[in-house]
Nanobody
């Protein structure tokens, strides 16, 4: 099992920045990437960004590319999501998730952290 704990959400004005953190513990060897998803009220959960554990390759949703940066600290088993130039439409609960290496399914999820961007 892998446990994921997010932190860093909050309230920020449009144009501001926030950094989210997600720390993994447990059977880290069973995952090889970590991702951020978000879910706004009344909307489906959507992919935000992904980083692989080994090669540090990254991918982003088009809506956040150029504004958000995902990074990781291997020694701390922690992934960060630096969010700049925030917009009201970025308001959502942000979830950290990790796919199981063997199945590639997102089997592990954090509890979520609220990000609210005021206009």
């Amino acid at each position: 099992q892998v446990q994921l704990v997010e932190s860093g959400g909050g309230l920020v004005q449009a144009g501001g920045s926030l950094r989210l953190s997600c720390t993994a513990s447990g059977s880290i060897f069973s995952i090889n990437a970590m991702s951020w998803f978000r879910q706004a009220p009344g909307k489906e959960r959507e992919f935000v960004a992904r980083i692989s554990w080994g090669s540090v390759s990254t991918s982003y949703a088009g809506s956040v590319k150029g504004r958000f940066t995902i990074s990781r600290d291997h020694a701390k088993n922690t992934v960060y999501l630096q969010m700049n130039s925030l917009k009201p439409e970025d308001t959502a609960v942000y979830y950290c998730a990790a796919p199981t290496k063997t199945t590639l399914r997102y089997d592990y999820w954090g509890q979520g952290t609220q990000v609210t961007v005021s206009s």
